[in-house]
């Protein structure tokens, strides 16, 4: 009997085995959990046996499960680099990515979306564009970058905009603030506190665009700072209240540095994109479905786009 082991079967053993769930498989995938569920079932009809135990978190594979899981990271490896070796052949063996971010917080999952694709594509020099720019997306046309990091597609003719992952915007305060103890942070708690926040207009700035904004309200000071990291010092020193992303702040709050809270009763989730040009080279789709693979696995309050 001819097996009915494909490809996304052994795509979806290893994503199970990565992200520990079945509902962040799903959505990693890009597929219903009834559909998923419906590809195992169907597996271990054949193979009548179980491939992992239903009750456990994270998921533990059976002997079975383990020796597909074994195949699928044996073989994945194999089939993306073929990919990549005709991709080397169509386009020649050298190359260039340049890349133009937005902000210093995108490092956190830059850098080691960086470190493996030079493991994959060694004959690609990799660079990082000079400083931070207000317009990554202008660097794309004048040939300064080849890939920019954005979050507000526009309608730039020859522009591409991919989207890589969805992130959570939290607000951050000192956890002797009065609103440390609050379950969420309304648009209001915004008015009387200086706001601390990077030193770029207030459209590239999530927090302001999609929630003090709409809400009508504006802080009532201002201070900046470049870096990451001083924002947060001067945060969990009483200076005011920050919005950043939670990959950002997750490990100064784990260690009670700051305090986290949703901004919103429901939360304020943004999407970051990648800009290209339509004949970008095609070691740029393998950098993409990197970021897209690790970035969700390796840091919090990332998620895939639906």
């Known amino acids: 009997m001819r097996s009915p082991l494909e490809f996304r079967h052994l795509r979806l053993l290893?994503?199970?085995?990565?992200?520990?769930?079945?509902?962040?498989?799903?959505e990693y995938i890009h597929v219903t959990q009834s559909a998923l569920s419906q590809q195992i079932k169907h597996l271990e009809e054949y193979y009548a046996t179980s491939l992992f135990e239903r009750k456990s978190n994270p998921i533990r594979f059976t002997p079975a499960g383990e020796r597909l899981l074994n195949l699928a990271r044996q073989t994945?490896?194999?089939?993306?680099?073929?990919?990549?070796?005709?991709?080397?052949?169509?386009?020649?063996s050298v190359g260039r990515l340049r890349i133009a971010i937005e902000c210093h917080s995108c490092f956190d999952w830059l850098m080691p979306t960086m470190d493996k694709f030079r493991d994959q594509w060694p004959e690609v020099e990799q660079?990082?564009?000079?400083?931070?720019?207000?317009?990554?997306?202008?660097?794309?046309?004048?040939?300064?970058?080849?890939?920019?990091?954005?979050?507000?597609?526009d309608q730039r003719e020859g522009v591409i905009y991919h989207p890589m992952f969805?992130?959570?915007?939290?607000?951050?305060?000192?956890?002797?603030?009065?609103?440390?103890?609050?379950?969420?942070?309304?648009?209001?708690?915004?008015?009387?506190?200086?706001?601390?926040?990077?030193p770029v207009e207030d459209n590239m700035l999530d927090g302001i665009r999609h929630f003090l904004r709409p809400a009508g309200v504006a802080p009532r000071a201002r201070r900046t700072a470049e870096l990451t990291l001083a924002i947060i010092q001067l945060t969990a020193s009483g200076r005011g209240l920050?919005?950043?992303?939670?990959?950002?702040?997750?490990?100064?709050?784990?260690?009670?540095?700051?305090?986290?809270?949703p901004l919103g009763k429901q939360g304020l989730w943004?999407?970051?994109?990648?800009?290209t040009l339509e004949d970008s080279a095609p070691w740029l789709q393998n950098f993409l479905e990197?970021?897209?693979?690790?970035?969700?696995?390796?840091?919090?309050?990332?998620?895939?786009?639906?």
């Open 14 to 26: 290893k994503t199970l085995a990565d992200t520990g769930t079945l509902s962040k498989t799903a």
């Open 76 to 92: 994945l490896p194999q089939i993306e680099s073929a990919e990549r070796d005709i991709s080397r052949i169509a386009a020649g």
């Open 127 to 153: 660079d990082l564009v000079s400083g931070l720019t207000p317009d990554p997306v202008a660097l794309l046309l004048t040939d300064e970058a080849d890939l920019a990091v954005h979050t507000e597609p």
């Open 166 to 198: 969805d992130f959570e915007m939290v607000g951050c305060c000192s956890p002797n603030h009065p609103v440390a103890g609050r379950a969420f942070l309304k648009p209001e708690d915004f008015a009387e506190e200086t706001l601390i926040h990077y």
């Open 242 to 261: 920050s919005m950043l992303p939670t990959w950002s702040v997750q490990p100064q709050a784990d260690q009670g540095y700051i305090r986290t809270l």
């Open 270 to 275: 943004c999407r970051l994109y990648a800009a």
């Open 290 to 306: 990197l970021v897209r693979t690790l970035a969700p696995i390796t840091l919090s309050g990332i998620r895939p786009c639906n």
